[in-house]
């Protein structure tokens, strides 16, 4: 595998469902990135980890939650989600957070919320 | 809060030339990002402007003027291919933070 990997691909998911979205890149990075992109809506940043520590927190609701086990790895927990959460949400990686580091995006996850 | 402001859709012809700009507030930016987004993938970096000018990188040029709060990203000799959406996004500088426009989707009529 090479780049940014996300699984799974596509996830419909009930309201009262939690399931996680994984993401993994393979590219040495120290930072990694969660994104949220709705239809019609700028990209929005949900959350920043640094060499593992989350740097920064949008004011994401807690029905959101990031886990960063490692340097390469980055989970986004979902639970007792609602329908406007439906989006694409982007997963990327960069040298190091903040600055002019180039980000390296995964495909992203299609969520569907029912 | 800091706005990016970018024309929602474009139509060039194949082989023509295009410009898509982007504006935004001057304070607490830092530089500008250009990324390409075909439908259904993921972004793809194009460049990254710092300072006032033109950089040019194959088919593809940015350009930035800080004090004016504005960018552009050029496209020559245009390709079937190019059709995508290009967001442009700034670097404020208070907090490295990186804020995306809402893209310009660019279709290429042949």
């Known amino acids: 595998e090479t780049g940014v990997t996300q699984t799974p691909r596509h996830l419909v998911m009930g309201m009262t469902n939690k399931k996680s979205l994984k993401c993994e890149q393979h590219?040495?990075?120290?930072?990694m990135y969660w994104y949220k992109q709705s239809a019609k809506k700028p990209l929005e940043l949900m959350f920043v980890?640094?060499?593992?520590?989350?740097?920064e927190n949008n004011s994401v609701p807690s029905r959101f939650s990031p886990e960063c086990p490692n340097s390469s790895h980055l989970f986004l927990h979902l639970h007792t989600l609602q329908p406007e959460d439906s989006a694409l949400y982007l997963c990327?990686?960069?040298?190091?957070?903040?600055?002019?580091?180039?980000?390296?995006f995964g495909p992203g996850t299609r969520l569907t919320v029912t | 809060g800091q706005n990016i402001d970018q024309p929602t859709e474009m139509t060039a012809t194949e082989g023509a030339i295009v410009q898509i700009n982007c504006t935004y507030q001057?304070?607490?930016?830092?530089?500008l990002f250009w990324y390409q987004q075909h439908a259904g993938e993921a972004p793809t970096f194009l460049s990254y402007?710092?300072?006032?000018g033109l950089e040019e990188k194959g088919r593809f040029s940015s350009f930035l003027s800080r004090s004016k709060g504005y960018s552009y990203l050029l496209l020559k000799e245009l390709q079937m291919k190019d059709s995508a959406s290009y967001l442009c996004?700034?670097?404020?500088?208070?907090?490295?933070?990186?804020?995306f426009g809402k893209g310009t989707r660019l279709h290429i009529l042949p």
């Open positions: 990327a990686s960069s040298q190091a957070s903040g600055g002019s580091y180039e980000q390296y």
């Open positions: 590219l040495g990075h120290n930072a």
């Open positions: 980890y640094n060499f593992k520590e989350q740097t």
């Open positions: 001057t304070s607490g930016f830092n530089g």
């Open positions: 402007n710092v300072l006032d």
């Open positions: 996004a700034g670097l404020m500088n208070r907090d490295d933070k990186i804020i």
